[in-house]
C-alpha cells in the first residue's frame, strides 16, 4: 500500500493569492496525480506530476494556473494561482502502486480542503 | 468522449435490504473499471475492479459490455456500508481515472 499525506489539510485564502499544496508519500511511486473535487461534484483529474519533467495537464487545466513541482518519487506540490472562488475545491493527490504483475492500484491523500474567500 | 454516469445521487436502502448503485459507462477502447469507496471522515479508497472479479465486503460488480454497464450489488445492506461510491474508468492507460459523479448509500436501521 501506499499512505499519502498533504499539507495543508484545508485553508481559506483569499481571492488573487496563491496557494502551495504538498503531497508526501511514504514510498517511491512511479506516477503520481493531482485531482480537484468542486462541491457536490466528482473529481476531475488535472494533471499528471512527473518527475524531472512537465506535468501533464488536462483539457481545461493549465500550468500558469496550477503549476507542479515533482522533485523526485516521494514529494509533488500543486500550486493553485491567483485565486478565484470558484477554485474552493478540495484537492486531492493520489498515487499509483504496482500491487502484482499487470495489477496497480490507486491510493488517494486525505485531500486538502481550500475555501476562496 | 469517456464518460462515467451514476444516475443516483443517493439511495437510502433498510438494513438487511438488497442494493444496486448503477454505473454506465462510454468509452471507445477495452474498459477497466472500478468502484471507490469513502466512508466518512475517511479517504477515497478501491472498492474492486472488475478484472479482479472479486468480492469485497459482500459486494460484486459484473462488466456488462453490451450495456456499458457496472453495477455494484450486495444481497444484504450493512449500516456500516453507508457512505460515497464513486465507479471510475480508466483511460489512457497511465493512472488516469475518469469518475463518476457519485452515490450515496445510506443503511438505515
Known amino acids: 500500500s501506499a499512505v499519502i499525506s498533504q499539507k495543508p489539510s484545508r485553508d481559506i485564502c483569499q481571492r488573487g493569492t496563491s496557494l502551495t499544496i504538498q503531497c508526501q508519500v511514504d514510498s517511491q511511486v512511479t506516477m503520481m496525480f493531482w485531482y480537484r473535487q468542486q462541491p457536490g461534484q466528482s473529481l476531475t483529474l488535472i494533471a499528471t506530476a512527473n518527475q524531472g519533467s512537465e506535468a501533464t495537464y488536462e483539457s481545461g487545466f493549465v500550468i500558469d494556473k496550477f503549476p507542479i513541482s515533482r522533485p523526485n518519487l516521494t514529494f509533488s506540490t500543486l500550486t493553485v494561482s491567483n485565486m478565484s472562488p470558484e477554485d474552493s475545491s478540495i484537492y486531492l493527490c493520489?498515487?499509483?502502486?504496482?500491487?502484482?504483475?499487470?495489477?496497480?492500484?490507486?491510493?488517494f491523500g486525505p485531500g486538502t480542503r481550500l475555501t476562496v474567500t | 468522449a469517456q464518460r462515467v454516469t451514476q444516475p443516483e445521487k443517493l439511495l437510502s436502502v433498510f438494513k438487511g435490504a438488497p442494493v444496486e448503485l448503477k454505473c454506465n459507462y462510454s468509452y471507445s477502447g477495452s474498459p477497466e473499471l472500478f468502484w471507490y469507496v469513502q466512508y466518512s471522515r475517511q479517504r477515497l479508497q478501491l472498492l474492486l475492479r472488475?478484472?479482479s472479479r472479486e468480492s469485497i465486503k459482500g459486494f460484486t460488480a459484473d462488466l456488462n459490455k453490451g450495456e456499458t454497464s457496472f453495477h455494484l450489488k450486495k444481497p444484504f445492506a450493512q449500516e456500516e456500508d453507508s457512505a460515497m461510491y464513486y465507479c471510475?474508468?480508466?483511460?489512457?492507460?497511465?493512472?488516469?481515472?475518469?469518475f463518476g459523479q457519485g452515490t450515496e448509500l445510506s443503511v438505515k436501521p
Open positions: 471510475a474508468l480508466l483511460y489512457n492507460q497511465g493512472g488516469k481515472l475518469i
Open positions: 493520489s498515487v499509483e502502486k504496482v500491487i502484482s504483475r499487470g495489477y496497480y492500484e490507486q491510493y
Open positions: 472488475h478484472i
